[in-house]
């Protein structure tokens, strides 16, 4: 039987999970190896320094470069706040003053005698890293950062967008093809991660955001009505650093798409535990997926991926491009020749059963991703 390997989504009830959590910079490690952590314990952190900010203090005050530090009231490595005085020049003896003051608050990063520009550094910005998962820390990068392992039930979604947060787990949907709309989010839903079936729509983005709801779930969203809540088309770059007050993660695609069976089943019996979400989607290269983990106490059972077998006839898989993004369907056919493409391109191919209509159609083989577990 042919075969060929893909990568995939996976829904799994047990899973060992890792999460690397380092530093953007060098900084400080907060905990050591073995140390037990909660998704919101910070594991690291470190000072992004500021922005900087130029100041031509030569030609304020009428000066060559090399004759600007007799006027510096302030030295390398001074604080400044808005409107202070770096230089000043007086003329007359003494009767008149010009001053330059400084446009931000920080502190003198470097006075040039050459150019005679004054560099200043905005405050630096401080960042902590937290664990966003409950685990343990099974090793660390010095000044980087940690890796946390935990056993977990993980379900990778298809689209998210929104960051890292964490909240109950609430299914509010009956069934799988249930729309998640305005009229299931209520005041008591205030911190929680709802799960629907088929659909997000539009009011409900607006009004979870309204009652402080920090995560939406289910099977596919209206593009419309996506673009319309960010304010902005998708593009193609990762997202997950929206300004939006909640996370919202689609298991399916784009439009109105039950939620498949399997994932449904798992969130619903995951309903009530503690999970951390996080939205953030490689678009374009499929190399980071929206995710749910709920962490678990133990491995029921350890699941592990097979590189090895990957696709074969009758394989579940996810069409990710156009014209069918989002759908289901099982493999048909796996042809081993190259066909060639619209564009010129060869490239393997096979053939998949659309699980909704029962249509046969030829697609490209980098366009599917299996759905594991």
């Known amino acids: 039987m042919a075969s060929a390997y893909t990568p995939g989504l996976l829904v799994t009830e047990s899973i060992l999970v890792r999460k690397r959590r380092r530093l953007p910079i060098l900084g400080e490690v907060m905990v050591e190896q073995g140390t037990r952590v909660s998704p919101h314990d910070v594991v690291a952190r470190t000072n992004i320094p500021g922005d900087p900010e130029t100041i031509n203090i030569a030609n304020h005050l009428g000066l ?3 004759e600007i530090m007799e006027f510096m009231v302030k030295k390398v490595g001074d604080p400044v706040t808005t409107g202070e005085p770096i230089a000043r020049k007086s003329s007359f003896f003494g009767l008149f003053k010009t001053d330059v003051a400084s446009p931000v608050d920080g502190t003198v990063d470097n006075i040039s005698e050459i150019t005679g520009v004054v560099t200043l550094r905005r ?3 401080p960042v902590a890293i937290e664990a966003y998962v409950s685990g343990k820390v099974v090793e660390v990068m010095p000044r980087e950062g940690v890796v946390i392992e935990t056993p977990a039930a993980l379900v990778q979604g298809i689209f998210g967008v929104g960051g890292e947060t964490q909240g109950e787990l609430l299914m509010v949907a009956e069934s799988n093809s249930e729309v998640l709309s305005a009229d299931k989010i209520k005041p008591e839903h205030k911190g929680k991660i709802l799960v629907g079936g088929s659909l997000i729509t539009g009011d409900a983005l607006k009004k979870a955001g309204e009652f402080g709801v920090i995560g939406l779930v289910a099977g596919g969203i209206i ?6 809540y960010l304010g902005h088309d998708i593009g193609v770059a990762i997202t997950g650093s ?4 909640l996370t919202m993660i689609v298991t399916e695609g ?3 798409i039950n939620m498949a069976n399997k994932t449904f089943e798992l969130l619903k019996k995951l309903s009530g535990s503690t999970a951390s979400i996080n939205g953030a989607t490689q678009i374009r290269a499929g190399v980071m997926r ?6 678990l106490d133990s491995l029921v059972g350890v699941m592990e991926r097979n590189t090895e077998s990957g696709m074969e006839d009758g394989t579940l898989i996810r069409i990710i491009r156009e014209p069918y993004f989002g759908q289901l369907a099982t493999v048909n056919t796996l042809p081993p020749e190259l066909q ?3 564009s010129g391109s060869k490239v393997r191919v096979l053939t998949a059963k659309l699980m909704g209509s029962g249509e046969v159609v030829t697609i490209p083989r980098a366009n599917v991703e299996l759905i594991e577990g």
Do not use: N, Q, S, Y
């Open 64 to 66: 060559e470069g090399d």
């Open 123 to 125: 405050p630096a910005v």
């Open 223 to 228: 593009d419309r009505d996506l673009i319309d």
């Open 242 to 245: 929206e300004d939006i007050p």
């Open 254 to 256: 784009f439009g109105k």
């Open 290 to 295: 929206p995710e749910i983990v709920v962490a």
């Open 340 to 342: 060639v493409l619209e």
